[in-house]
């Protein structure tokens, strides 16, 4: 067996990182039902876990939680919990690479209250550890 040593390559923005990751699946805005479009919206404003119940209760939504994860996954084509995951582990890559925070404290901010939780779900997005994907973003930054 021959290892061979992965390649990474260096995006330029962060926002190039994501599209690659995290596709956009959202189909042409026509085709959106307005409670989905209104939920999507309330979970890209918030930083934390965000709970269907919660939501339909604060949106006024008068339908069921079940229903409103059927309408959001026909309209995004993803589901609620995953969208929000991704939304959250987004955020917090930001915060990985924007700040010194540790990373238990941006694990806390984003709603985990494990951080070895948080690292896994990470990796899985990412592919790197949360560590790693600031090294590489540091090494980056001081490189240009």
């Avoid at 700040?99 to 790197?128: C, D, V, W």
């Amino acid at each position: 067996m021959i290892y061979r040593r992965p390649v990474i390559q260096v995006l330029q923005s962060l926002d190039v990182f994501f599209e690659r990751l995290l596709p956009r699946t959202v189909p042409p805005s026509n085709a959106l039902d307005w409670r989905a479009k209104k939920l999507k919206d309330f979970i890209d404003q918030q930083q934390g876990a965000v709970r269907v119940v919660d939501a339909c209760r604060e949106l006024g939504f008068p339908m069921s939680d079940r229903q409103v994860r059927r309408v959001f996954k026909v309209s995004m084509g993803i589901g609620v919990k995953e969208y929000s995951r991704n939304k959250r582990l987004a955020y917090a890559a930001e915060r990985l690479r924007a700040t010194n925070a540790p990373i238990k404290a941006i694990a806390m901010e984003t709603g985990y209250q494990n951080s070895r939780h948080f690292a896994r779900r990470f990796k899985e997005l990412f592919h790197l550890r949360p560590t790693e994907f600031r090294r590489i973003w540091r090494r980056r930054q001081f490189a240009v």
